[in-house]
């Protein structure tokens, strides 16, 4: 569940610095040159401008409200731009970061969505966190997922049955730094992640170049232990980007 009270708390303070800083340096300027206020606060006003724009279009996402491709994608640049400090506000009012991350890959998959695409099984990438791997085995499937004994305690025996059906590649990676590296030795055209919502959205924001569907693990024994996938999720991503719908 995205709450968008929060991010749009965190918007409004946002917005407030912005007037509130613009307001004292007007008064510590005043004795400058009249133009040079005056560019100060055209900049800022513009902003602003950007700043509304980008949270109404986020808020008829959120809302699954109709949303053209290109408002989503500009909306998306900007959501990148305002990310940092948009989560440093939240985290400083006591908002949880994956508040706003969520909302990230919320407008991440939207605008991958708005789209059409017709690639092959073989072009796809599927990249899946280690920790979906039960806890107490004893299998390595980090190099080679067919390692699986597939005796079904966790979702990789899923995974093997999906890479078998599908032809896809199926990696799965220990941190960030490997998944990176397995998508630049792999150069698929787009790729399907499985993981948290802070490493799903540092992937997304690296790989600018191909559209990544981001897919939240489940975790109900606490973060990086025994996690789980919704395979139904992943099929369906499969079928929208190989045009199977």
């Known amino acids: 569940m995205i709450d968008i009270k929060k991010y749009l708390t965190t918007i409004c303070i946002l917005v407030a610095i912005l007037i509130l800083g613009t307001v004292i340096v007007n008064i510590f300027i005043s004795s400058l040159a009249h133009i040079f206020g005056l560019l100060i606060n055209i900049l800022v006003l513009s902003i602003i401008i950007i700043i509304i724009f980008s949270t109404i279009v986020t808020y008829n996402v ?3 409200k109709k949303v053209s491709s290109s408002l989503m994608k500009i909306n998306l640049k900007i959501a990148n731009l305002l990310f940092n400090p948009v989560i440093f ?3 400083s009012i006591g908002i949880p970061k994956n508040e706003i991350r969520k909302i990230f890959v919320k407008l991440n998959n939207s605008y991958i969505y708005s789209n059409e695409y017709n690639f092959n099984s073989e072009d796809i990438l ?3 966190p280690h920790c979906i791997q039960k806890n107490s085995c004893k299998l ?3 190099n080679k997922i067919e390692n699986c004994a597939k005796c079904g305690l966790c979702n990789v025996s899923d995974l093997v049955k999906l890479k078998e059906k599908t032809g896809m590649n199926v990696f799965i990676a220990t941190g960030g730094t490997l ?3 397995i998508i630049i ?3 698929p055209k787009a790729v399907i992640a499985v993981a948290c919502e802070r490493d799903l959205t540092s992937g997304i924001q690296d790989m600018k170049h191909i ?3 981001g897919v939240f693990n489940k975790r109900p024994n606490g973060p990086c232990v025994d996690t789980l996938i919704d395979i139904h999720e992943i099929e369906n991503a499969i079928n929208f980007l190989t045009n199977k719908k």
Do not use: E, Q, W, Y
């Open 211 to 213: 559209p990544v569907l």
């Open 89 to 91: 506000i939240a985290s």
């Open 62 to 64: 959120i809302k699954d």
């Open 140 to 142: 390595k499937v980090t």
């Open 185 to 187: 030795d792999n150069k």
């Open 126 to 128: 599927i990249l899946i």
């Open 179 to 181: 998944a990176r590296k």
